[in-house]
């Protein structure tokens, strides 16, 4: 048996990225011997063993024959005569089809190396459409290697485009899809993820309530870029810029959501657009199953990031609202969120991205004197059920009217 370093360790070994998941190739050999081996079987639907002491994934050779609509839709063939080129033609992007033996022997049949010179991300065949998530593999791949200068090749993006329209994304597992939109967010350049699913036609399929706010016009005062999906790409690059955690991004891309719903006649103005976005949202976070975390806070900014921009001008009672609706009190670490998702929004416009945020540092004291109203007195007052819920809020709502008057 012959055993090759393949996929993303050889990629990034050559782009001199840090490499941390070996994938291997063991080619002329059969299940049997590997059990002999040692290695251990994972996985029911392919031939794939973990070494016994590196954990690894090693993967004997295969062909794949799509048979049927989805991920399940595979047939697949290993067997020794399986040979390095056969399992390399099936794979998705050319810079992912190469392989390495122990000698840092390059096997590189479909140009990976070119490719990788030239920056482009290339389909290795026809093949690749038989998995619709390379969709969002690529639009991924080209968020991370975009500081590197990486575009996707025209044929390629055509393909997509092709597989887009065919209804095969609709095929996808909300885990699946929600697995590659969660690592993209998390890249530096999350903003090109977006694009390159707009450019082929998946924005329109995936988050037809993302692609609909492009073309739509916001005031020109508040947003000099104006264009409602620019100011969303551009949320999503500082929220990248300030290494803000994968909730805060999933609520920048979906902050604006209600801005798609405007009839025409009222632009650029969007009223009410926080409270009409949270069925969208809300459709959204579903649609991919999104961690709680993630959903609670897209819902949360999406209702209140006005809020946050005002937040100097809320009467104390309206800043007691917000609070509690955040449950400022038993989640801190939600309502930071929320500040961070409410400053990435004000720097997300074109020109105004570095301009201070002093609504940050006043929500943060706003809850700090809203947190430091102490229920043990009210409680030796006698205070109890209902009431005592009341009397907390009327101490916040002094603390609050207090906070408001001293800064
Ligand atoms: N692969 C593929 N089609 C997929 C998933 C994976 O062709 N839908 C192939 C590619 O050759 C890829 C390899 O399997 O390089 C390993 O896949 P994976 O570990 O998911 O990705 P990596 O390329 O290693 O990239 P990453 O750094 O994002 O893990």
Redesign the pocket.
């Known amino acids: 048996m012959r055993i090759y370093k ?4 050889v ?2 070994r050559l782009l001199g990225i840090p490499v941390t ?1 070996i ?1 291997w190739v063991v080619v002329g050999a059969t299940t049997e011997e590997m059990l002999a081996k040692g290695f251990r079987p994972v996985g029911a639907d392919f031939p794939v063993f973990l070494h016994p002491k590196s954990g690894e994934e090693y993967a004997l050779a295969r062909t794949e024959r799509k048979s049927g609509r989805g991920y399940g839709g595979f047939t697949f063939h290993a067997s020794p005569e399986v040979t390095l080129e056969e399992d390399l033609i ?3 992007l050319t810079i ?2 190469m392989a390495e033996d122990d000698q840092q022997n390059l096997t590189d049949p479909y140009h990976g190396q070119r490719d990788l010179e030239a920056r482009l991300l290339r389909h290795v065949s026809p093949a690749f459409a038989e ?1 619709p ?2 969709v969002l ?1 690529v639009a991924r791949f080209a968020a991370r290697y975009a500081a590197l200068g990486f575009t996707v090749a025209p044929e390629t993006l055509e393909l997509m485009r092709q597989l887009s329209e065919s209804g095969e994304l609709e095929a996808l597992t909300p885990e699946r899809s929600w697995k590659e939109i969660s ?1 993209a967010l998390m890249e530096d350049q999350p903003q090109v993820f977006i694009e390159v699913l707009r450019a082929c036609g998946a924005l329109k399929v995936l988050m037809p309530e993302v692609d609909a706010l492009f073309g739509v016009p916001q005031p020109p005062a508040h947003h000099p870029e104006i264009d409602t999906g620019a100011h969303t790409l551009s949320v999503l690059q500082q929220a990248a810029l300030y290494k803000q955690p994968l909730t805060v991004r999933w609520a920048c891309l979906l902050h604006d959501l209600g801005k798609g719903l405007t009839p025409e006649e009222e632009w650029p103005r969007h009223i009410a657009h926080e409270f009409k976005g949270l069925k969208l949202i809300k459709a959204v976070n579903e649609r991919f199953k999104a961690p709680r975390d993630c959903q609670e806070l897209a819902m949360l900014v999406g209702e209140y990031h006005t809020h946050g921009h005002r937040a100097l001008e809320l009467k104390p009672s309206t800043l007691l609202e917000l609070l509690q609706s955040f449950d400022v009190y038993r989640r801190p670490q939600r309502f930071e969120e929320f500040i961070a998702a409410c400053e990435m929004d004000a720097r997300g416009r074109e020109g105004l991205e570095e301009r201070s945020y002093p609504q940050a540092d006043y929500l943060r004291g706003a809850a700090t004197a809203a947190r430091t109203v102490a229920v043990q007195p009210l409680l030796e007052k006698g205070f109890k059920g209902p009431e005592l819920g009341e009397a907390i809020k009327r101490e916040r709502l002094k603390a609050l009217k207090a906070y408001k008057e001293q800064v």
């Open positions: 393949v996929g993303g360790a990629r990034d998941d994938d099936r794979r998705d992912n089809a998995d998530l390379r593999r690592r």
